[in-house]
Structure formats: structure tokens, C-alpha cells
């Protein structure tokens, strides 16, 4: 029997007179790796933010290594043997990898300055260890998620880490860069390290974890062994009822007329000679692997990009110097997948983020926004998509689970009534029950008659919203696939060898 590690006991929080975490109790083992799973807003995070010491429990108590642990601060959890390798790597780009290993902590000489010789050595022995292809002095701005990873991790070793928290490691990563993150996960945990990993993605958790930890509305619900439990019994736990359908049934119809059309579009030898067309009400799927010309398409589309070459057309107009205004203008929404950093204005308020498009429609002649049907329309937004909010006027959107903030990104455009709506990766960490209502969300906008373009890494995803999937390869188009004709094996093969 391997000896507990961490002991929670009779864990409580809130927020705000809101219990959010009621009476918690978890362990995990030396050498163990445990996953954490359950809905966006289940209290996962706010649970291992006690544990690293960047929120403190209204009451219970914590046992690390058989000793009192109450961390007032990340330092104090750091110095415990505890690290964090968040989703948003907590990494300063425009210093160097050697820079961002000693950020807090840098060796000194007996002078008193920084000893430059005993960094670049120390950290060149982290580099080693990982085989990265980089040296001291790269700046972290341009290396790959997966090596930012993997410096994230030397950052924890360095400290003498004895639990290392990894939260949904994988949302960025390549498939050869998760392979790694995976092989480094059981190095670390056959040395001893034991490691909680909170993931989404559930057939990583039955891959990497010994046991798993479900959690639902600030409960835990239950912790069983990987091997103990199905992925349709997981599920369930996890929202409280069983899923029989992943995706919601969608009665729509399309129609012929073609509502965005784009013609031989080039750009920057990222998007090479596209011609797409889509029709009002269709959902059409596109798929490809990292670095295919995905997300530049998309950009083009909206006009964040201009084209080096080619034509885009709205119901048939062509748009002549295309920019996010004129979309707008002309009915089309963009979601795109980096939600904090390009979607929310993440320190506002849920009803300020809500406001961000329809703010003109509100404005009068002399430009007072109308604040009774601001408060209408936010109001009706929150409910339809059912944003779980204490406060929507108050409460910030940082504050809120992942996929309540997705909803916040799709409620500024939904209430616009949007003919086309291009989304790039819309349920990227999203749980299951989130996902469906996101679905749900989609196939009323295509009901209603909108036309939705969406991108995403899951071929399963594709399969159950889309009406056929378009696939792009290295910047191009390779096919065309109606539903009738779906095949996991045969987009691949399109994605991979065109």
C-alpha cells in the first residue's frame, strides 16, 4: 500500500455567500497519478487552487506528508513541494527559458551577482533531460506549446516538486507533443512524483491515471479505480444522469441559395488557392491538423487577414477590402479559439462582455446606450444559454468555469441573429454536459437559419453537428465529404496524404 501523499479533509468554500466546494475529502498516494474530472463548474479548479495556495478554505483542514498544510500563498505551496502547470502556462514570453527557470530564484555568486555561468549549466541540464530543441538564451515567445510544456515542468523540478497539478495539459499540444507530455507524466510518477491531472478529455484520463476523482456541483461524488470504471459510467457520475445522446437531434432545412462563398483565396503560403461555398442553414464541418491553414482560413473569412489573392462573397456581394466591421455589418460572427485572449474581455463583467457587438444597435441618434434594452437583451442571454452566474452584472468573467465563459463568448454574437457564424474550435475545454448544450446552441442558430462553419480537432465532434466536412491539407482543400459518406479513417487519410 503506497503511503498518502496529500490528505484533504472536510473542505468548504464560497464565494460571495455562494458554497461552492461542500466538505471535500481526497487523497492521493505517493507515485500515483489521479484524475480529476467532472463539469465545468464542478469545483475542480477551485479545489487545487486551495491546494496551491491561491485560495484558502473557509473550513476544513489539509495533511502534506503527514503534516499541518495551510499554504496562505503560491510561494508557500512552492515551497512545499507543490506545482502547478496550468492550461495558460504561466510563463513571461520575451525572456529567455533560462530566464523563466530562475524568474524567482536566481543562483549567486559569492559577490552577490547573478552567476550567468551556474543558470546556463543548470538549465542546459533541463534541456537534456527533455531532448527540447533549444538553447538557454531561446526566448520562450517562439517555442511550441508543448516545449513551453515541458520548461513549465523543469520549473517544478527545479523546486524539489512532490505533487505536480496539471490542468487540461493537453488543449494546445500536437499529437507527437502530447506522446511526450505522456511519456514524461509516468517518468515522473515511477520516480515518485504523483501527479493529479484534471482533463476533459476522458480517454486520456483512463490512459494515464490510476485512479479517478469525479466531482459534481462542489461534491465528490466518487474516486475509483481507472479499471473499475466505464467511460459511459464516468459520465454519468459526472452530470448526474445518463448521456445517451452526445449531440442533440437537429431538424432544420437547407437551403440553395449560397450565403458565403470564397474563390481562389491565397495567403502568406499558409492558405493556398481555396474556393469553398456554404449554404443557409448548413453545418459544415472542417477539419485538418495543426499547422493546415485552419484558423487562417477562418481569419480571412472574418477579415482579421487579408487575402494576397482571391474573392469572398456575402449573399452573393462581393466584399471588397474585407475587415471584422464589414462582417459584422454584413451578419457573420467569429468565435474564435483562443476565448480568453481574442473572446472575452476577461476582468469585465459578464454583462459588460455580453454588450461588446450589440452595443451600436443600442445607441440612439446622439449615442446613449439605451439601458433598458441592454438589460433586456443580457438578461434573455444568460437565461437561453444558461450562463450559471451568481451575478451577472457584478461578477467578472475570470470568475466563471470554461464553459460558462464560452457560452458569455457565444451569447455577445448569438443575440445578433448572425447568418453565418464561424467557430474555431468552440468546445475546446469543455466537459460533456457543456459540449451538448453548445451543440444545442448550434443547431438552433442552423434551424433558425444561419449558416455555421465550424473548425475543430474532433473528428467525433464533426461527425454529429455537420451536415459534410470539408478537410484542409498543408493550406488546401483535399476534400469535400457529405455526411452519407463519414469515415474516421478515410478524413484522415485526407488530412494526412491529401
Given amino acids: 500500500m503506497k503511503e498518502t501523499i496529500l490528505q484533504l479533509s472536510n473542505i468548504n468554500k464560497g464565494f460571495g455567500g455562494i458554497k461552492v466546494l461542500h466538505g471535500l475529502d481526497f487523497d492521493i498516494k505517493k507515485g500515483e497519478v489521479i484524475g480529476l474530472v467532472g463539469e465545468n463548474g464542478a469545483g475542480k479548479s477551485t479545489m487545487m487552487n486551495i491546494v496551491g495556495g491561491v485560495l484558502q478554505p473557509d473550513s476544513g483542514k489539509m495533511e502534506l506528508g503527514g503534516e499541518p498544510y495551510s499554504p496562505e500563498t503560491p510561494m508557500d505551496a512552492t515551497a512545499r513541494g507543490i506545482a502547478f502547470v496550468h492550461q495558460e502556462l504561466n510563463l513571461f514570453q520575451n525572456l529567455s527559458v533560462a530566464e523563466n527557470l530562475f524568474i524567482d530564484n536566481f543562483p549567486k555568486t559569492k559577490w552577490g551577482s547573478i552567476n550567468k555561468k551556474e543558470v546556463n549549466r543548470i538549465t542546459q541540464e533541463c534541456i537534456d533531460k527533455f531532448s527540447l530543441p533549444v538553447k538557454p538564451n531561446t526566448i520562450v515567445g517562439s517555442l511550441s506549446a508543448g516545449i513551453c510544456q515541458m520548461v513549465e515542468i523543469s520549473k517544478g523540478l527545479m523546486k524539489n516538486a512532490q505533487i505536480m497539478i496539471f490542468d487540461e495539459p493537453t488543449t494546445s499540444l500536437s499529437k507527437k507533443e502530447k506522446v511526450d507530455l505522456f511519456k514524461t507524466i509516468n517518468e515522473l ?72 462563398e470564397a474563390k481562389n483565396i491565397s495567403w502568406s503560403n499558409k492558405v493556398k488557392n481555396v474556393s469553398l461555398s456554404l449554404k443557409e442553414g448548413e453545418i459544415v464541418g472542417m477539419y485538418g491538423l495543426m499547422g493546415a491553414g485552419r484558423t487562417e482560413l477562418a481569419n480571412i473569412l472574418f477579415g482579421v487577414e487579408k487575402a494576397d489573392e482571391g474573392e469572398i462573397f456575402i449573399d452573393s456581394c462581393k466584399i471588397e477590402d474585407l475587415s471584422p466591421a464589414k462582417c459584422i455589418d454584413h451578419s457573420t460572427a467569429y468565435i474564435t479559439e483562443d476565448r480568453r485572449q481574442e473572446g472575452l474581455l476577461m476582468t469585465k463583467s459578464v454583462d459588460e462582455n455580453l454588450s461588446q457587438v450589440i452595443m451600436p444597435d443600442l445607441s440612439g441618434k446622439a449615442g446613449v446606450i439605451d439601458e433598458n434594452q441592454r438589460e433586456s437583451h443580457n438578461v434573455k442571454a444568460v437565461a437561453d444559454l444558461q450562463i450559471k452566474v451568481s451575478n451577472y452584472k457584478e461578477q467578472t468573467v475570470n470568475k466563471l468555469s470554461g464553459g460558462n465563459q464560452q457560452k458569455v463568448v457565444f451569447g455577445k454574437w448569438v443575440m445578433k441573429n448572425p447568418k453565418i457564424f464561424i467557430l474555431d474550435e468552440p468546445t475546446r475545454g469543455v466537459d460533456v454536459g457543456a459540449k451538448f448544450e453548445i451543440y444545442t446552441i448550434i443547431a438552433d442558430l442552423a434551424k433558425k437559419g444561419s449558416t455555421v462553419l465550424i473548425i475543430s480537432s474532433e473528428i467525433e465532434e464533426l461527425f454529429g453537428t455537420c451536415d459534410r466536412i470539408l478537410v484542409i491539407r498543408n493550406g488546401s482543400i483535399s476534400a469535400n465529404v457529405p455526411k452519407a459518406e463519414f469515415d474516421q479513417e478515410k478524413i484522415l487519410e485526407h488530412a494526412l496524404q491529401g
Fill in 189 to 260: 510518477r515511477d520516480k515518485g512524483i504523483s501527479i493529479v491531472y484534471i482533463s476533459h478529455i476522458l480517454e486520456d484520463v483512463f490512459e494515464l491515471c490510476d485512479r479517478i476523482t469525479i466531482l459534481r456541483d462542489g461534491n465528490i461524488i466518487d474516486t475509483r479505480k481507472s479499471t473499475e470504471v466505464s467511460e459511459k459510467e464516468l459520465i454519468q457520475l459526472m452530470v448526474g444522469r445518463e448521456m445517451n445522446q452526445i449531440f442533440p437531434t437537429i431538424e432544420k432545412e437547407i437551403k440553395d441559395n449560397i450565403v458565403l
